[in-house]
C-alpha cells in the first residue's frame, strides 16, 4: 500500500467514526429527550462503555469517534432552547417542532448544533451526515423533512458557505 492510499484509508476511517459519533449522539439526545432526569455525561459514558464497537438488537455499531459524540452530546444539550429556537423558524407553520418525532427532532438538534458551532465541518457535509441519519430510521417523509430544514438552517447560519 503506498502512503496516499494509506492516508485514503485513514481519512475513510475517520470519516466512518465520524459518522458513527453522529448516529451514536442522535441516540443519546433522544435518550436524554425521553428521560429528562439523565445526566449527559453519564449517559455520554454509558455509550462509550457499553455501546461504541458492540452489537446491539442484531446491528454492529461500529467504532465512533469518542471526543466528537461526547462533543456533540453535551453541547446540543447545552444549547437546546437555543438550537429549538433556530430549528422552529425553518419549520412550517403546520408543522412545530413539537409535532415532530423525538427521534427527528434529535438528528434536527444535533445537525443544527454542527451547522451553528462546528465551522471546521462545511455545511454540506453536515447536511447530508444527518439526512442519511434520517434514512437510517424512517422510511417515510421525514428524511426529506430533515434534509430540508438542515439546508434552511444552513443557508441562516452558513450563508457564505453555501
Known sequence: MT????????????????SVARLTAVQ??????????????????????????REIDGDQLGEADPVLF??????????????DTEISAALTPDWPLARLDSVLRAILRAGAFELAHRADVPPRVII????????????????ALANGVLDRLGR?????EL
Open 3 to 18: 502512503g496516499s492510499s494509506a492516508g485514503a484509508d485513514h481519512q475513510r476511517g475517520g470519516s466512518r467514526r465520524r
Open 28 to 53: 443519546a439526545l433522544y435518550q436524554l429527550e425521553a428521560n429528562p432526569e439523565a445526566e449527559p455525561e453519564a449517559v455520554i459514558r454509558e455509550f462509550i462503555r457499553h455501546r461504541f464497537g
Open 70 to 83: 461526547a462533543d456533540i452530546v453535551l453541547r446540543t444539550a447545552a444549547d437546546r432552547e437555543r438550537l
Open 128 to 143: 447530508s451526515e444527518y439526512t442519511a441519519i434520517a434514512y437510517a430510521f424512517f422510511t417515510g417523509r421525514e428524511p
Open 156 to 160: 441562516t447560519l452558513r450563508a457564505e
